[in-house]
């Protein structure tokens, strides 16, 4: 079946730091990925969509210059929380969709949990 | 915009079945998902089905559909303490750059 692989499962760094997250559809071809937050015991937010060669569509009230994304390819997007300060720290969470129709489900990573001491 | 309600609690004992509702507002949903979320991992794709079907089983799990009602439910038989996670109900648009809507949840505990 179709997985997508998030890399790294767990960060935790210093305030100020960027982190890279990286997430990977090993098994198809994913035009679209979507990244979503996750605060404990919350439903997903989503942050943002991503399509293979364009710029990435963002929700309101999510910023850009402080989530960089990427996707660059049809099998990886990445995320960068630039800067990150403790307020960043969440759990962040890729999926992907194969083809460009909504009939191919999303198949999500296992996630990343950011903490920023 | 688009809302899927679900319950957020339900609890049952090792062996019953276990059900879990929601409803959703947006009625070009062209699919509907089921997704588990065990503590600390990602989602997990259940299930899924078409708009279009009433019904769709597999294995333990049984999905059904009632378009007209806009309410889904999910049926677990002979539910284990495995069982026991986070469930999400969602629903599509009907286009590939539309983000899946999901509702906030429903925890099963699972009792031995």
């Known amino acids: 079946g179709a997985v997508v692989s998030q890399h790294p499962s767990r960060v935790i760094c210093k305030s100020g730091t960027s982190v890279k997250i990286e997430c990977r559809s090993l098994?198809?071809?994913?035009?679209?990925m979507f990244w979503y937050r996750q605060f404990p015991k919350k439903s997903l937010m989503l942050m943002a969509t991503?399509?293979?060669?364009?710029?990435?569509?963002?929700e309101q009230g999510v910023e850009k210059d402080k989530f960089l994304i990427n996707h660059a390819s049809l099998t990886l997007s990445t995320l960068t929380v630039t800067s990150a300060h403790p307020e960043d720290s969440s759990f962040y969470i890729c999926?992907?969709?194969?083809?460009?129709?909504?009939?191919?489900?999303?198949?999500f990573g296992d996630g990343t949990r950011l903490s920023i001491l | 915009g688009e809302d899927v309600e679900q319950s957020l609690f339900l609890s049952v004992r090792e062996g019953d079945s276990s059900v879990i509702n929601c409803t959703y507002t947006?009625?070009?949903?062209?699919?509907l998902y089921w997704y588990k979320q065990e503590p600390g991992a990602g989602l997990q794709l259940l299930t899924y089905?078409?708009?279009?079907?009433d019904m769709k089983q597999d294995q333990r799990l049984t999905v059904l559909l009632n378009k007209k009602d806009k309410h889904l439910s999910l049926r677990i038989a002979d539910t284990q303490t495995g069982d026991s996670a986070i469930y999400f109900c969602?629903?599509?648009?009907?286009?590939?750059?539309?983000?899946?809507?999901f509702g906030k949840g429903t925890r099963l505990s699972v009792i031995a």
């Open positions: 999926s992907a969709r194969a083809g460009g129709s909504s009939n191919q489900p999303q198949h």
């Open positions: 098994d198809f071809q994913a035009t679209t």
């Open positions: 991503s399509n293979e060669g364009s710029k990435a569509t963002y």
């Open positions: 947006d009625s070009s949903s062209t699919y």
């Open positions: 089905i078409f708009s279009n079907m």
């Open positions: 969602a629903e599509s648009g009907n286009s590939g750059n539309t983000p899946l809507v």
